[in-house]
């Protein structure tokens, strides 16, 4: 089963994120195999960038195990994080972003959050993808009902990855800047 994560940062929590990076990858190290992304997400662009947060899309055995990996993950425990998102996903690129043709830098990277509403949309992968990282269902636990969708893509701007989802069939849509994490 595969779950994304994401962990919002506390405010002014920086300076612990900051102090603790080494505890946070040696933890994530545990789950090298098991990760099909991982990677900050920023509020803005260039230099202007706050750190709002990491994004965590894991292939793991049940939503116990999942809240696990969310939960025990040493900043979380440490107070950095003012919440978590968790939902199960399904992959529907059927690679890890260290798959992507297009590589770990060059253009500009968005995590594009759909928060469902109504009738599940966007459940294939829409055309043109070429510049797709990650793209998928949010689910819940058991898999049967759409809570949304969750992307990772390279756009030229904001609007452009806001663009990859249909417009008006969310309850909302949250878009930031986003980079390829860890340590490969």
Partial sequence: MEFFCFH??????????EAMIEDHWSYMDRFEKELIARGPVFDGDGD????????????LPDPAAARAFAFDEPTYQAGVYRDVLLRRWRNLLRRTMWEFPGGRSGGNRYLVLGLGRGEAVDLAVPPGGDDLIAYG???????????GTAALVRAPDADGARSLLTADAYAGTEVYSWEFGGRR
Avoid: E, K, Y
């Fill in 8 to 17: 919002r940062d506390r405010p002014g929590s920086l300076p612990l994120r």
């Fill in 48 to 59: 202007d960038a706050a750190l709002v947060g990491s994004v965590h899309i894991v292939g």
């Fill in 137 to 147: 269902p949010l689910l819940s636990d058991d898999g049967t009902a759409w809570l």
